[in-house]
C-alpha cells in the first residue's frame, strides 16, 4: 500500500491559507511554495510551513502499541529490533548490505583486520559487495594496487559478489565489472525496500530511492562493520519534501534535487532523512528516482527516501529474488518540516562554481561561456541520462561547440548507449547521435573525473576552464583544477550547453 | 548526554549484553585502539600526539597521568564555512591507503592542499609534511562533501588535533570520532571571524571554553553530545568492547 500521497489532515499545522503570508510566501511571481529553515542566515520569509515539531517525551509504550513512526524511523526500528524509537535515539542496527570500493575498500580491510584479527572472518560473506568503480582506467599504480587488495580480500573471505577488473586496457574484456557501486548496486539487485545499505561512498544515499536506508560510512564504520553486520546509528527526524505538479518535458529529476538544495542549502537537512512524496515522484522513474536521492548528502542529508510502489516492484522484479518488505511512514508520522513544490512552474536550473546550492536559472547564465561538457557519474550517467541529452541533441541536428565528455556509469549503461533506440530518431542509437553531434566516443565506465582522480583520469580538468556537468558537487578542485569553474546541470541542460558553448536552458532546443 | 540506555543488544549470541556504564566523561588512559599500527603491531613511531582522551597539557610529558581535564595548545588556522573534502584531501590523494602507516604519513603532508589561493598561509608549510597548526578553527558546515576517512585523518596525521568549528557535516563528524584522529568541537560563537590564522589557543575541554591568547578573549564550546561516550572510550571499536558489544581482544 503506497502512502506517498498523504494529505495533510485538516487538523494538522500545515497551512493552506494563502492570506497567511507571515507563515510563507505563495504570491504568484513565485514558482514554488517555500519553506526555508536556515537556522543562522538573515532572512526575511523563513519560516516553517508546518510548526516545527518539538520532540516529544514519549512515556513508554507496552504491548503491540506504537507510536507513529516515519518510513525511515520503521526501518530503524526494524534494524534495531526495538518497536519503539524516535528521532535522537542512538541504536545498533543490522545492515542488510555493506559496499566499499577501491578507494575506501584497503582502508576498511586493514581496520577490519588489525580490530577482529588477520584471521577474521566476515560476517556474512553473502552481504557484501565490492566495486571497484573510482580510480580504475588509470596508470596511476597505486590505484591500480588497490583494485589488487580488493580481489585478494575477496578471495580469502570468499565474498560473493565481487566486480571484478583485470584487463584495464579493454573493459569489455572483464565479464564481472560493473562500474559506478551505487548504479551497479541497482542494477545488480542490491538495492530493496525496508532494508539497510551502508557504504563506504557518500553517494550511498542514492539508493533510498528503494524505499530503504542507505548512507555513508567512513573506513572504521566499514571495518566494525565487516566484523559485526551491525552500526551505531542516530534515528534521523525527517524533511518531507512534496513534489506535486506535471513535470514539463524540459525537466528532469537534477532539476529537482538543484531546487530542494538551493532552497535549504548545503547543510539544511544535516542529520537528517529526506523523504520525497508526491505525484511528481509517484510518476519518477527508477533512475529518476536514484537521481534525486543521490544528492541528498549535497544538503548535508543522512539518507533520502522514496517510497517504494509499482514503479519499484517492477524494477525489481527481474533484479532480486530476495524477498522484502517495504515500510511507509504512517499517516500520523511526525515530520520535522514540510516542504511543497509545484514542479509545473519549476524552470531548468543549474548550481553554479562553487557550491551545490549555489543555484540559478539556467536561462539567467546564458552568457557564461564555457570550455567542455562532462555527461557521467551515479549522478548523471545513467542509461536514462544519456537518452535525455541525446534528446536534446537530436533536436538540434547540430554539431557541439566545445569538448563533450561521455561516461556511462556502468557497462550495462555503455551497452544501452550503443544499441537502444532513441525515440524520435528513427532507429537510431544514443551513440550514433553523440557521433553526429561530434561528442567524445563514450568512455569506459568507471566514476571518472566527477571527482578528478588520478592525473592521466579522462576528461578530468588539469587546467582551470569552465565545465558544465551532470555530477553532484562543485567545491574547488573537484574536477582537478582548484580554479577550475564547474556548473552542475541536468543532462538536458549539459546537452544545451555543448550545443552552444554557453550555459543554456534546454528549451532552446526542446520547445 | 543520552543514549547508554537507548543501547540494545540482539539475541544474537555473538554479542553479550551487560550492564552499561553510566556515561560520564573518563579522564584515565584509554589505549586507543584505533591508533595504526603497522602489521606487527608496533605503534608507528612518528606519531607527536597521543589519544583524544589523554590530556595534551602544556608541560614536558603529555602522555600523564589522570587529569581531570583535557586541554589542546597550539596555533590555530583559520577556515571558513563550507570547506569541503576536496579541500581537506583533494581526490587524487586518496589512493593512499589510511591503515598503511607509510601512506598514512604521506596522506597527512597533503591535508587541507585543496584550500584555493585565497588562503595565502599554507596549513603545512613547502617542503613540510607535518602542520605547525595544532588546532583548526572554522565556519559552519566544516567537512560537507565526502565520506571518505581520509580527511579527518589527513589533518590528524599532519598534527592537527582538534577542530572547533560552528559546525560539521555528519559523515567527517562520525570519521573523526571513529577513528579518534581529531577532536570534532563546535563553538557557539563564529570563532572562524574572531580568530586569525596563528593566533595561540587553548582549547580547556572540562570548562568547555578556548582562549584565544593573542586576542586576549574566550569563548564558550558546546557540550561534546551524543557521541561523548564513543570518544570517551576510544573510538567505536573500544567503545563497542566497553559496552560488550563485540568480544575484547587479547
Known amino acids: 500500500m503506497a502512502s506517498s500521497v498523504i494529505s495533510p489532515a485538516p487538523t494538522s499545522s500545515f497551512i493552506n491559507n494563502k492570506k497567511d503570508l507571515g507563515s510563507f510566501c505563495f504570491s504568484s511571481t513565485s514558482q514554488f511554495s517555500v519553506n526555508k529553515c536556515k537556522k543562522s542566515a538573515v532572512s526575511k520569509k523563513i519560516v516553517s510551513v508546518m510548526a516545527p515539531q518539538q520532540s516529544e517525551r514519549r512515556p513508554a509504550t507496552t504491548g503491540s502499541v506504537k507510536n507513529a513512526m516515519t518510513l525511515t524511523e520503521k526501518i530503524f526500528s526494524r534494524a534495531s529490533e526495538k518497536p519503539q524509537l524516535s528521532p535522537g535515539d542512538n541504536v545498533w542496527v543490522n545492515v542488510d548490505i555493506l559496499m566499499t570500493h577501491d578507494v575506501c575498500g584497503p582502508g576498511s580491510f586493514g581496520i577490519f583486520k588489525k580490530e577482529f584479527g588477520e584471521n577474521a572472518k566476515v560476517w556474512d560473506r553473502e552481504k557484501i559487495v565490492i566495486i571497484p568503480d573510482h580510480y580504475i582506467f588509470t596508470s596511476d599504480e597505486r590505484a591500480n594496487r588497490n583494485v589488487d587488495i580488493l580481489r585478494d580480500f575477496c578471495m580469502e573471505q570468499n565474498i560473493k559478489y565481487f566486480y571484478d577488473i583485470k584487463d584495464l586496457g579493454n573493459f569489455k574484456a572483464n565479464p564481472d565489472y560493473k562500474g559506478v557501486c551505487h548504479i551497479a548496486l541497482a542494477q545488480e539487485g542490491h538495492c530493496r525496500p525496508g532494508e539497510v545499505l551502508l557504504g563506504t561512498d557518500s553517494h550511498t544515499c542514492t539508493a533510498g530511492a528503494f524505499g530503504q536506508f542507505a548512507t555513508g560510512i567512513g573506513n572504521t564504520d566499514a571495518g566494525f562493520v565487516l566484523g559485526t553486520g551491525k552500526v551505531l546509528l542516530k534515528v534521523p527526524p525527517t524533511l518531507r519534501f512534496v513534489l506535486d505538479g506535471e513535470m514539463p518535458d524540459y525537466l528532469l529529476a537534477k532539476d529537482l534535487i538543484l531546487q530542494i538544495i538551493g532552497e535549504i542549502s548545503v547543510a539544511g537537512a544535516t542529520y537528517k532523512s529526506m523523504e520525497f512524496v508526491g505525484t511528481t515522484v509517484e510518476r519518477l522513474s527508477m533512475e529518476e528516482r536514484m537521481t534525486l536521492c543521490n544528492m541528498v548528502v549535497e544538503a548535508g542529508g543522512k539518507n533520502g527516501v522514496v517510497p517504494a510502489d509499482g514503479t519499484t516492484f517492477k524494477y525489481l522484479e527481474d533484479k532480486t529474488s530476495l524477498p522484502y518488505e517495504p515500510v511507509y511512514s504512517d499517516e500520523k508520522a511526525s515530520f520535522l518540516s514540510e516542504y511543497r513544490f509545484d514542479i509545473s512552474k519549476l524552470e531548468p536550473l543549474v548550481a553554479k562554481p562553487h557550491s551545490p546550492d549555489n543555484r540559478a536559472l539556467a536561462r539567467e547564465c546564458k552568457d557564461v561561456k564555457i570550455d567542455r561538457v562532462y555527461i557521467g557519474s551515479c549522478t548523471g550517467g545513467k542509461t536514462e541520462d544519456f537518452l535525455a541529452a541525446a534528446k536534446v541533441f537530436l533536436a538540434s541536428g547540430k554539431k557541439v561547440k566545445v569538448p563533450t565528455f561521455l561516461v556511462p556509469a556502468t557497462q550495462k549503461v555503455w551497452m544501452d548507449v550503443y544499441t537502444l533506440p532513441v525515440p524520435g530518431s528513427g532507429g537510431k542509437t544514443c551513440s550514433q547521435i553523440f557521433e553526429e553531434a561530434g561528442c567524445d566516443t563514450p568512455a569506459s565506465p568507471s566514476c571518472g573525473a566527477c571527482l578528478g582522480g588520478p592525473k592521466d583520469t579522462y576528461a578530468r580538468m588539469n587546467e582551470p576552464m569552465v565545465c558544465v556537468s551532470t555530477t553532484n558537487r562543485n567545491f574547488p578542485g573537484r574536477m582537478g583544477h582548484k580554479e577550475g569553474q564547474i556548473y552542475l546541470a541536468s543532462p538536458y541542460t549539459a546537452a544545451a550547453s555543448a550545443l552552444t558553448g554557453y550555459v543554456t536552458d534546454p528549451r532552446e532546443f526542446l520547445e | ?250
Request: proline residues 6%; charged residues 20%; glycine residues 8%.
Open chain 2, 1 to 250: 548526554m543520552v543514549t547508554a540506555s537507548s543501547i540494545s543488544f540482539g539475541a544474537n549470541s555473538t554479542f553479550t549484553s551487560s550492564s552499561i556504564p553510566k556515561t560520564k566523561p573518563l579522564f584515565n588512559i584509554i589505549p586507543h585502539s584505533l591508533k595504526f599500527t603497522t602489521g606487527n603491531g608496533r605503534a608507528a613511531v612518528t606519531f607527536q600526539r597521543p589519544v583524544s582522551v589523554i590530556p595534551k597539557a602544556t608541560s614536558a610529558d603529555s602522555r600523564a597521568t589522570k587529569e581531570p581535564s583535557r586541554t589542546f595548545h597550539g596555533l590555530c588556522y583559520v577556515v571558513g564555512d563550507n570547506i569541503d573534502t576536496d579541500q581537506i584531501i583533494p581526490a587524487e590523494y586518496l589512493t593512499l591507503v589510511p591503515s598503511n602507516p607509510d601512506e598514512y604519513e604521506k596522506l597527512g603532508s597533503y591535508a587541507l592542499i585543496g584550500l584555493p589561493a585565497t588562503y595565502t598561509t599554507r596549513f603545512i608549510d613547502e617542503n613540510e609534511t607535518k602542520t605547525k597548526y595544532k588546532i583548526i578553527i572554522a565556519g559552519g558546515n566544516f567537512g560537507c562533501g565526502s565520506s571518505r576517512e581520509h580527511a579527518p585523518v589527513a589533518l590528524g596525521a599532519a598534527g592537527c588535533s582538534a577542530v572547533v568549528a560552528e559546525s560539521y557535516a555528519r559523515i567527517f563528524f562520525r570519521n573523526s570520532v571513529a577513528t579518534g584522529e581529531i577532536y570534532p568541537l563546535e563553538s557557539e560563537a563564529r570563532l572562524c571571524e574572531e580568530c586569525s590564522t596563528g593566533d595561540v589557543v587553548t582549547i580547556e575541554m572540562a570548562e568547555r571554553r578556548l582562549i584565544n591568547h593573542t586576542t586576549g578573549k574566550e569563548y564558550k564550546l558546546k557540550p561534546i553530545g551524543d557521541l561523548g561516550p564513543v570518544i570517551d572510550a576510544g573510538g567505536i571499536f573500544a567503545y563497542a568492547r566497553k559496552t560488550g558489544m563485540i568480544a575484547s581482544r587479547n
